[in-house]
């Protein structure tokens, strides 16, 4: 295998989010991050507590959502949230910018929402990932193409504190031709385009999509350092496989890793 087990199981935020997940599924979830020794748990802010409970020891550190999914509380609120969930023991915080003002051309605005965050979670020693939400940027906005409108908010997350630039939230859902709602999540031209446009300061997150092994390979390969994920047990229960097969000589079936142009 090119990457030891450590270096992917290192880039995954186990993602505990989905809106109907029981406080059994909740814990069950923790103890799946700390069994396959991911880089954290990603969870509701009310669960933080317990999650920090259940991790204590392991490894495994506890990040909480902000905003989410959609950024759209207010600055305070965004704030508070923030601080309470690190009293609670968080030590990453995903945020979601404020997609509406950021399209509105509103950048003193964005930037404030991010520093704010991000000045209230330094305070506590915990770091934070903005998320982007591209499935919504794909038009542009504010007089800018969807690139430019990417660039700019990774200039604006990288001055205001940001440790991480992300893709999506996984709950981008935008409604198709037919009716329908989906999303692509994190794509390579995304990645390839947020890791150009932020210094070495700023790391950068996948997002969405991203549901097995060959994906988290090719996130790793294009630059990025976490990648948030609800498949994990997928993923690493694949690497041993495939290291099994490496170990034994038999054909592994490993795939080029590599991946179109939409989402994973």
């Not at 989905?18 to 997940?21: A, I, N, Q, S, Y």
């Not at 934070?128 to 982007?132: C, D």
């Given at each position: 295998m090119k990457y030891s087990y450590e270096e992917l199981a290192k880039m995954i935020d186990h993602s505990l989010l989905?809106?109907?997940?029981t406080d059994q599924e909740l814990d069950d979830g923790c103890r799946i991050a700390a069994r396959y020794g991911v880089a954290s748990v990603c969870i509701k802010p009310y669960y933080v507590s317990r999650a920090v409970e259940l991790l204590r020891g392991t490894g495994v550190l506890v990040g909480a959502v902000i905003g989410f999914p959609h950024g759209n509380s207010s600055t305070e609120?965004?704030?508070?949230?923030?601080?309470?969930?690190c009293r609670d023991g968080a030590v990453e915080i995903d945020m979601v910018v404020n997609v509406g003002k950021a399209l509105s051309g509103d950048w003193a605005y964005v930037e404030r929402d991010v520093r704010v965050v991000c000045d209230e979670a330094h305070r506590h020693g915990a770091k934070?990932?903005?998320?982007?939400e591209n499935d919504y940027l794909a038009k542009g906005g504010a007089g800018l193409s969807s690139d430019d409108f990417k660039r700019k908010l990774c200039q604006i997350c990288e001055v205001a504190g940001a440790g991480w630039v992300k893709t999506s939230s996984g709950y981008g859902f935008v409604k198709q031709p037919d009716g329908s709602y989906n999303y692509q999540g994190a794509t390579e031209h995304d990645l390839v385009l947020m890791k150009a446009s932020v210094s070495e300061k700023v790391q950068v997150k996948?997002?969405?999509?991203?549901?097995?092994?060959?994906?988290?390979?090719?996130?790793?390969e294009l630059g990025a350092t976490r990648c948030g994920a609800s498949a994990t047990v997928a993923m690493l229960d694949e690497y041993r496989r495939r290291e099994g097969s490496e170990s034994s000589g038999r054909p592994s079936g490993e795939s080029s890793g590599r991946l179109g142009a939409g989402g994973y």
């Open positions: 989905h809106p109907t997940m609120s965004k704030r508070y949230e923030t601080e309470l969930a934070v990932k903005v998320i982007f996948a997002a969405g999509g991203v549901r097995d092994l060959d994906g988290l390979i090719r996130v790793r």
